[in-house]
């Protein structure tokens, strides 16, 4: 193919190549005007030109980064292929200008392809023969390797490149090692993770801050190693004066209570306490959950009201909690204590702080006092919904209230709620026993309102 025939089919072509290419060779006609005539065929473009265009300081950077790219994503088209000096080359100039968004499109999928064919000491080694540039620009780039390396899972050659900018005083972006330590947690290389932490430790650098602490002390306790995450915590505070943050400190408490490991927690709280850290919303209800599905409902008590000494607004469910885990324990009257303490606090019941209730009273037995809950609702126009409906049903049936049980039914029918076919069929059972006939009857009212009981046979007359 000739080179007036390939520009032709990149003109005409729907968006095959970037008008950018088309242009570049266009517009670089100086540059390869050798090649500028209808017999010369494209096959005899060689890398000693396409470096004399990407060096050309009369085509700008961001054609070059285009051609290149181009020459990587076509190799069919041409009869070479960019080596790593020619990369490096193109990416010492484009820093040096701090194009720094064409350097990080050399940096594409296809380019990636092409510099991690080389090992670190070639790109090292080409890099310094090619650069010109000053110290941050230079540090620029490396940390951009270490990245690559790390966005590709080449691990051992982000230690390479963290030795080398050590012993070579290049300076290293603090950031670039805590993204590399996210990656090591994302995944799931917790020991790797601990041991680059202590790399950056040991180097003495200044590369260890608290984000580094915190994404490692999450890694830790991710493998259940909560200890070990606190001590850690506790060296940096002492060896290095970094002070640990609020979300350092969630991800101990967190791991801490989802294990149910108390004694542990007791020394977080201490550290956090120390450090002079207080504890925010979320991690308020991390604590106030694990202790109420522990029975440390006291405790859980205690810091919901701790919340509102220091203004920080409680949500309902937060209450909910604690009173659904008070009839769990069979402990009604403090339940209902902390239910006046809702009140006299300010904060709203809702139609989960009723269900609540009634479903403690029914499994406490108090049937009756549940009943009159549902009355009182119903007299102040409160809406019931249908999990209050099946909940007081199923109290009323237990306590053998079979009568208030078909009441609440016939109700929750009204309400345009359909029962449950389980709950229908026990009742037509108890039904059955005392009066047949009723029984029936039921069991036709409620195949009429759209439910079908499995056994609805067995109650016909006989």
Request: glycine fraction near 4%; hydrophobic fraction near 40%; include cysteine.
């Given at each position: ?276 850290v207080m504890l925010d ?10 202790f109420t599905s522990y ?27 604690i009173m659904n885990g ?137």
């Amino acid at each position: 193919m000739t080179l007036q025939r390939f520009l032709k089919t990149l003109k005409t072509a729907k968006r095959t190549y970037p008008f950018s290419v088309y242009k570049l060779l266009l517009d670089s006609s100086s540059t390869i005007q050798t090649l500028d005539s209808p017999e010369k065929p494209l096959s005899d473009l060689n890398l000693s030109t396409i470096r004399r265009i990407l060096s050309d300081p009369n085509v700008k950077s961001w054609k070059c980064v285009s051609l290149f790219n181009f020459i990587l994503e076509n190799p069919s088209l041409f009869s070479f292929q960019p080596d790593l000096r020619t990369h490096l080359s193109l990416t010492s100039r484009v820093l040096s200008e701090r194009r720094f968004s064409d350097a990080q499109k050399l940096m594409k999928p296809v380019a990636i392809d092409d510099i991690l064919r080389y090992p670190f000491n070639a790109i090292v080694s080409g890099f310094v023969d090619e650069c010109v540039c000053e110290e941050r620009v230079v540090a620029r780039f490396f940390n951009s390797m270490l990245m690559v390396y790390s966005e590709n899972g080449k691990f051992d050659e982000v230690v390479e490149v963290f030795e080398y900018m050590k012993n070579n005083e290049v300076k290293i972006d603090e950031k670039t090692c805590t993204l590399h330590l996210l990656n090591l947690k994302r995944c799931d290389l917790m020991d790797l993770a601990r041991d680059f932490f202590g790399l950056m430790v040991e180097s003495g650098l200044d590369v260890v801050t608290v984000y580094s602490l915190t994404v490692v002390v999450s890694a830790l306790c991710c493998n259940g190693e909560i200890k070990r995450a606190r001590e850690l915590v506790e060296e940096m505070v002492l060896v290095k004066g970094i002070k640990p943050n609020i979300v350092t400190f969630k991800s101990m408490i967190d791991c801490c209570v989802k294990r149910w490991d108390f004694e542990e927690l007791d020394l977080v709280l201490k550290l956090m306490e120390k450090e002079s850290v207080m504890l925010d919303l979320d991690t308020y209800k991390i604590l106030i959950d694990g202790f109420t599905s522990y029975g440390k409902l006291e405790e859980a008590e205690r810091l919901v009201f701790k919340m509102h000494d220091e203004k920080i607004r409680v949500e309902t469910y937060l209450y909910n909690l604690i009173m659904n885990g008070y009839f769990r324990f069979g402990l009604v009257e403090k339940a209902f204590q902390l239910h006046s303490e809702m009140s006299l606090r300010g904060v709203a019941p809702n139609k989960d702080t009723y269900w609540v209730l009634m479903n403690g009273l029914c499994k406490a037995g108090k049937v009756c006092e549940a009943m009159r809950l549902f009355h009182e609702l119903r007299v102040n126009e409160f809406k019931i919904d249908e999990e209050m409906f099946i909940t007081l049903t199923e109290g009323c049936y237990r306590a053998g209230m079979i009568d208030k049980s078909l009441e609440v039914v016939a109700e929750m029918i009204r309400e345009g709620f359909i029962p449950d076919g389980t709950v229908v069929e026990r009742l037509a059972d108890a039904l059955f026993e005392v009066d047949r006939k009723v029984a029936h009857m039921m069991v036709t009212l409620v195949v009429k309102s759209g439910i079908n009981p499995k056994s609805c046979s067995e109650f016909g007359p006989k």
